[in-house]
């Protein structure tokens, strides 16, 4: 599937690595072929990876049920399919593009970047700039307003320059 996955990896663990199966997924693979989970991929005969990769490729060849691929009932075709690696930013972008030009409420929201679920948008999901107030950059210390520290910040400059003569003072001397 264009991934080259080491050969020391456990089965399981490294068909989960292609983007588009998960962990279920990968364990149903795994029980229709008959493979051990606990092998080493580096173990598996070139049969048996002709064969995963015909399952991956086609699971309803293989009477996998439709609620188990990831893309029931595409909008342009009408199958069910099983998206695997590049496909599914592809088709994630273009069924929202979809929406956009068919100006449906979800493309609104998608356009708007708001929340397309029907979440609420009162008081939470404010990170994306869309909905509140944007937090600025790095706030300024809290200046404490008793009275007697203002004062004092104020006095000891003077007192320093007091101490110390004047440089003009000193060349009148010489």
Known sequence: MGNDIPGERKVLVGLTQIKGIGYSFATAILDTLKIETNSNIGHLTEENVQAI???ITN???SSFPSWFLNRRKDIET??????LTSDIPFTFRNDIERERITASWRGYRHLSGLKVRGQRT????RKGGAVGVAKGGMAAPAKKSSSSDAPAAVAAPTAAAAKTPAPAAEEKKE
Do not use: A, V, Y
């Open 59 to 61: 699971p309803i060849e």
């Open 122 to 125: 009162r008081t939470s999901g």
């Open 53 to 55: 990769e015909k399952l």
């Open 78 to 83: 009408g199958n069910d399919l099983h998206l």
